[in-house]
């Protein structure tokens, strides 16, 4: 990937960050929420108050899943191995 390449998707990603972040919100509390259905063992979990304060649950449920995971997510992007490099590499030798 290009320098040029990579300052477009930064400004592409500061434009969408908004819909990309509640995108995300979105797809993280309804897996939460289909996941706890499936599973029988969480059947202790009221679903009936959650569904009147769906906002506030989304939103608590995004934050609790970033705190856990943000920094295994930044651990994982920085041991990435980079495609591009690798073949660059490549054709050099």
Partial sequence: MTEDQQQKIKSLIDKYNDILLNSMRLAVAEDFINLTILNRDDQDFELN???QNKEQYYNYILKEFLK???????DELRNMEDPVKNIKDNMRQ
């Fill in 49 to 51: 108050e959650f569904l």
């Fill in 68 to 74: 856990k995971n943000s920094s295994s997510v930044v």
